[in-house]
């Protein structure tokens, strides 16, 4: 039962858990006596999900793997995988689900494919704030596009607002999450109920899109 665990890390804390780490590990932190049969115990109860855990990090790793941003490989953009095709065109194009590659670029694809998806993603994320702005009446200062990963957007003191450029890999629906939960920002400094009220009030069903952020944070973070 223990080969389920890749590591046991005994320390002076005053609890057991058990936790998958980003790269797949399974790990057991737990009290310094805590007895080799109480943490066998433990990965009994809980074999079903770790195997899951598994299986859905395997998962993962093959979704990641299709990710490449070069022709032949899939890009994700507004939620759906897009299939890098080379061809003769001057400019990249959507169409349906394939990306259409001018050959010329094909020396520095990833770079081209990413410097793309970052205009596509100022252009995309303005305009859904200035929809979502002028829908409620929330104000907000300007716009900016970062490169950060995991935080997908802020909201300054001065009402400032930035996304990263990587939402545009995320659904739409998901990428207005966003910027609903940003602009609220610009009216509640803070995560309170009242906070979470005003958002579930513009937009009722954002605790999917969040989850769906959650689930999803390893595509978006290449």
């Known amino acids: 039962m223990m ?7 005994k320390s002076r804390r005053k609890t057991i858990s058990l936790v998958l780490t ?28 770790i195997e899951e855990k598994k299986r859905q990090f395997e998962q993962r790793q093959r979704a990641v793997a299709e990710i490449r941003f070069a022709p032949g ?29 001018p050959e010329r670029y094909s020396p520095r694809p990833g770079p081209v494919l990413q410097y793309w998806l970052r205009c596509e993603a100022k252009s ?9 702005s002028g829908l409620t009446g929330l104000p907000f200062a300007r716009v900016r596009i970062t490169n950060a990963t995991g935080r997908w957007g802020s909201c300054g003191p001065t009402n400032s607002l930035q996304f990263s450029w990587r939402l545009v890999m995320a659904p739409l629906e998901v990428l207005d999450y966003v910027v609903v939960h940003e ?16 958002v579930a009030a513009i937009m009722p069903d954002y605790k999917r899109h969040n989850l769906w952020l959650r689930q999803n944070d390893y595509l978006m973070s290449i």
């Open 124 to 132: 995309i994320i303005a305009n859904r704030v200035l929809y979502w």
């Open 183 to 198: 602009l609220v920002h610009t009216a509640i400094k803070n995560h309170s109920p009242k906070f979470w009220h005003r």
């Open 3 to 9: 080969a389920f665990i890749d590591e046991i890390i």
């Open 73 to 101: 490989g899939s890009i994700p953009y507004l939620g759906r995988m897009l299939t890098v095709v080379a061809n003769e065109t001057l400019h990249i194009r959507v169409r349906e689900t394939t990306l259409w590659f």
């Open 22 to 49: 980003r790269d797949g590990r399974v790990v057991i932190r737990a009290p310094l006596r805590t007895s080799d049969a109480h943490i066998a115990e433990l990965v009994k109860k809980k074999q079903k999900w």
